[in-house]
């Protein structure tokens, strides 16, 4: 399954255990030697097969032993000042900010408070 960010979680989730797990046999790893590599327990090495939810620190120790861990970089690229940015505000990044007129119509409210 190619992933293309219209799956669900649990569905990305599935997908990513699997790749895992198809690149740990791939490599003759038992789930036993890749989670004693990557310093975490069997059981949850077998959870991050099935599509379940694992730690990032644990996935971050998977991935490094299978030799991933440098495919991260392409999920979020380090944002660097753009030209226009140097150019239009003397070198500074602009911060995001909210005028506080807008900050205060915007507040969100459960409804039974009281004004």
């Known amino acids: 399954m190619r992933i293309t960010g219209f799956e669900s979680n649990e569905a990305i989730?599935?997908?990513?255990?699997?790749?895992?797990?198809?690149?740990?046999?791939?490599?003759?790893?038992?789930?036993?030697?890749?989670?004693?590599?990557?310093?975490?327990?069997?059981?949850?090495?077998?959870?991050?097969?099935?599509?379940?939810?694992?730690?990032?620190?644990?996935?971050?120790?998977?991935?490094?032993?299978?030799?991933?861990?440098?495919?991260?970089?392409?999920?979020l690229q380090e944002q660097g000042i753009r030209p226009t940015d140097v150019a239009d505000h003397k070198g500074k990044r602009k911060r995001v900010s909210r005028s506080k007129a807008n900050a205060e119509k915007n507040t969100w409210m459960w409804g039974d408070e009281s004004e």
Do not use: W
């Open 13 to 75: 989730l599935l997908e990513l255990g699997q790749r895992i797990k198809d690149t740990r046999i791939s490599m003759n790893y038992t789930q036993e030697e890749l989670a004693q590599l990557a310093g975490v327990s069997a059981i949850t090495l077998s959870r991050l097969e099935r599509g379940e939810s694992v730690s990032m620190e644990n996935m971050i120790n998977v991935l490094r032993v299978l030799g991933s861990l440098p495919n991260m970089e392409l999920l």
